[in-house]
């Protein structure tokens, strides 16, 4: 049974920063790519970032880039977002998801998704 479980989300302020762990287990993929998406109040979910498991080719969305790193932690089955200056239109629901193979930005192509976790930032 695959179970993604998202934490580290929270209330900051502009600027501030806050870092997303996604702990994984009954993966049955041997190359999957790990991925952040995010759906903020009346929009569709929008991909953030990504990483494959072996080798670590990242992308990234254009509204990110320079501001949030994605990492993983193979020996622990997790993957992390620290996300860096902060801005308020970064506020919505961030959810862990994973692809057998490719990396995608189409939500409806990866296979298995975490309950999210809230990130609102104030300004």
């Known amino acids: 049974q695959v179970q993604l479980v998202e934490s580290g989300g929270g209330l900051v302020q502009a600027g501030g920063s806050l870092r997303l762990s996604c702990a994984a287990s009954?993966?049955?993929?041997?190359?999957?790519?790990m991925g952040w998406f995010r759906q903020a109040p009346g929009k569709e979910r929008e991909f953030v970032a990504a990483?494959?498991?072996?080798?670590?080719?990242?992308r990234y969305a254009d509204a990110v880039k320079g501001r949030f790193t994605i990492s993983k932690d193979n020996a622990k089955n997790t993957v992390f977002l620290q996300m860096s200056d902060l801005k308020p239109e970064d506020t919505a629901d961030y959810y862990c998801?994973?692809?057998?193979?490719?990396?995608?930005?189409?939500?409806?192509?990866?296979?298995?998704w975490g309950q999210g976790t809230q990130v609102t930032v104030s300004s």
């Open positions: 990483i494959k498991w072996s080798g670590g080719l990242t």
């Open positions: 998801a994973v692809e057998r193979y490719l990396i995608t930005t189409i939500p409806e192509r990866w296979d298995y």
């Open positions: 009954g993966l049955p993929f041997s190359n999957p790519v």
